[in-house]
């Protein structure tokens, strides 16, 4: 089921893959739409799961709006589509910018949130390497070609959209490691052994996780569910599958978990 449904006043596209088994939302990408993660990683975890996805404000089939782009927000439309599609909590799966989001969503509405996964995600500006972000280098014009196939908004407005998120790529989320520990629910952060956040940057996202979980993937970029999704989709479905805390032969972090 793929339909637009209304969410707090605008025309949101919503597509529920269906599943057997708890829900699953995943969470694009910047300057990227639900299809990226659907068509990859989306039909290995429907095996397990009910499995949903949304386009954001001005990215894939959804509209935009004279507002710029704010994590803050977009954090607001995933609590909606939890709350009037999904009916509660649900596992968050977020990419990139999907994984910000879910970071917000579990800090402002931890009620929400069974587990989360992030993917190549920052929790600070600062944790990325600088990338080329130019409009004509292939990734952009991959990105914009996308774009312009699904958006209502016609290929004219590629530009608007591209310098709202730029805009809050260099200056946003601003999160800080005090914030990431408030998280509770078991977190697996996965990326690439060549992402543009940086490895240090990630260690630290997962050091301050409380229940943090860490899969480094060699040979993968920040494209990760692009390149490799049967191992993506295996590490996410064996994490939300599995018992918690994990239980392993030697733990040193886990130590005090193993002793409760």
Do not use: C
Request: negative net charge; hydrophobic residues 40%.
């Amino acid at each position: 089921m793929a339909k637009h449904l209304d969410i707090d006043g605008h025309p949101t596209w919503v597509e529920d893959l269906g599943g057997p088994g708890e829900p699953l939302l995943l969470l694009h990408g910047g300057l990227s739409n639900s299809d990226d993660l659907l068509k990859t990683i989306g039909p290995g975890l429907s095996e397990r799961f009910r499995v949903i996805a949304f386009d954001r404000r001005g990215h894939g089939y959804t509209a935009d709006t004279d507002v710029d782009f704010h994590y803050a927000d977009m954090a607001t439309e995933t609590i909606r589509v939890l709350e009037n599609v999904v009916g509660g909590p649900a596992h968050l799966v977020g990419w990139s910018d999907g994984g910000i989001v879910a970071l917000l969503v579990a800090l402002r509405q931890p009620e929400l949130v069974r587990k989360l996964v992030v993917i190549g995600t920052n929790y600070h500006y600062n944790g990325t390497v600088p990338f080329d972000l130019d409009p004509q280098s292939p990734i952009a014009q991959e990105l914009g070609r996308a774009y312009i196939e699904r958006s209502p908004d016609g290929p004219e407005h590629l530009d608007v959209v591209f310098g709202k998120s730029v805009a809050m790529f260099t200056t946003e989320p601003t999160l800080t490691t005090t914030d990431i520990a408030q998280i509770t629910q078991p977190v697996l952060v996965i990326v690439g052994d060549d992402d543009v956040v940086t490895l240090p940057h990630t260690l630290s996202l997962y050091e301050a996780l409380p229940e943090g979980q860490l899969a480094v993937v060699p040979g993968a970029s920040h494209g990760l569910p692009l390149e490799q999704p049967e191992t993506v989709a295996g590490l996410i479905s064996n994490f939300l599958a599995a018992a918690e805390p994990p239980r392993t032969f030697m733990p040193i972090r886990r130590a005090r978990q193993t002793d409760s």
